[in-house]
């Protein structure tokens, strides 16, 4: 997506995300994907998160690191979410007063994403995109996410979570991502580490194993959100399961 693009999906995500928690029964509804949270927790992870990036994104390219900023939510509902489209206004003002190529801190560093502030919009979009569909299903609404926002989402956590120079520490793997939506994505896992592209599935290589839905699950997928039987999966299963338990530290 464009820049301006971006911005305006993370806007409208986080209206979304507003609206679900002003009609939730109660803020202290437990969020099943995160059960250590309460809709009000997640609230505050959302705002506090926001905030924290527009700082680090406003800091320059030269932070030394995340800059966190304390800022606890009001409890009261309309004031919370008052709080909540400030937090994501913050930081929509950030990036947009810092463009979409000017470096900022990530805590990616070996990944095929770049370290700008168009990648960290990137990124942005996505957890709140996340973060929506946990409110959602925390009052019992729950939504797939829009399917241009999680077919960029596939991408985008392909290239910035999986991809790295660290070696992978099994054989050898090829591993395949489609979305039902028509768009491929081949993984390559070896001790040189892991590198994605996209491909157009009319290769003589054939996967070790391939995984196949909606972006919207292969994005929940990714994040942990639903699980590896909610999709199509060909091939070696276990090849997956490693790859979802391998922590390459990006």
């Not at 030394?64 to 606890?72: F, G, L, M």
């Not at 829009?146 to 120079?165: M, R, S």
């Amino acid at each position: 997506m464009e820049f301006h693009e971006l911005l305006r999906r993370i806007d409208e995500r986080s209206t979304v995300l507003r609206t679900t928690v002003a009609a939730a029964p109660s803020l202290d509804v437990q969020v099943p994907t995160c059960p250590e949270w309460t809709l009000l927790d997640l609230a505050r992870h959302i705002g506090v998160g926001r905030r924290s990036w527009a700082a680090t994104v406003a800091a320059g390219p030269d932070a030394p690191a995340k800059i966190t900023v304390e800022d606890a939510p009001p409890g009261e509902r309309e004031a919370l979410t008052a709080w909540l489209a400030a937090s994501t206004q913050e930081l929509l003002n950030a990036l947009r007063e810092a463009g979409p190529d000017r470096g900022c801190w990530t805590w990616w560093r070996r990944s095929q994403s770049p370290r700008t502030c168009a990648a960290v919009a990137r990124h942005q979009l996505q957890e709140i995109a996340v973060h929506t569909y946990d409110a959602q299903l925390a009052v019992g609404s729950a939504q797939p996410l829009p399917p241009e926002v999680a077919l960029d989402g596939v991408e985008e956590f392909l290239f910035t979570c999986c991809a790295t120079t660290a070696a992978w520490p099994h054989e050898s793997a090829v591993v395949d991502h489609h979305a039902t939506e028509g768009r491929s994505w081949r993984l390559w896992l070896s001790a040189d580490g892991a590198r994605i592209a996209r491909f157009t599935p009319a290769t003589d290589e054939e996967p070790d194993v391939s995984v196949r839905g909606t972006a919207s699950d292969l994005v929940l997928l990714f994040y942990g959100r639903v699980p590896l039987d909610d999709l199509k999966v060909e091939g070696d299963r276990q090849v997956y399961e490693r790859l979802i338990d391998w922590d390459p530290g990006v």
